[in-house]
């Protein structure tokens, strides 16, 4: 939402669910799949995402090859994100369920071997040099 006028703000606009805040009040976590993955014969898998209120300075969290992540939660202090991880899309609520997970915030973005899927979504991060 725009502070100054109230008018709504799309964050991401293709296939998100489950969004909610950062402590910091500035930044959304929410489940997105994004459009153009090869995986599930096209149709692709369903990963963590950060965004900022403005929907910009998007960041992949945390992705799995063959699974869907989806309800991603911080904590309090924002250190550790809460989730869940299914085969099926929605989660499988109305069979057995997904899987709960907990990641350090600190260990982002965070991809399961071999996740060659969301490889091309995490930017090269180059050593630096003191």
Known sequence: MNAENSEVNPLRSFQNCTPDWFPDSVHVILSSRPAGQTGAKGYGYTQLWQVNGEGTD?????????????????????????????????????????????????????????????????????????
């Open 58 to 130: 998007q960041k992949l969290l945390f992705g799995e090859d063959g699974l869907h992540i989806y309800g991603g939660a911080l904590s309090p202090d924002g250190n550790y994100v809460l989730f869940t991880k299914c085969p099926e899309d929605g989660g499988g609520a109305e069979k057995s369920g997904g899987t709960i997970c907990l990641i350090r915030m600190a260990d982002t973005p965070g991809l399961e071997a071999p996740a060659l899927t969301f490889a091309s979504f995490i930017p090269m991060q180059r050593p630096t040099v003191d």
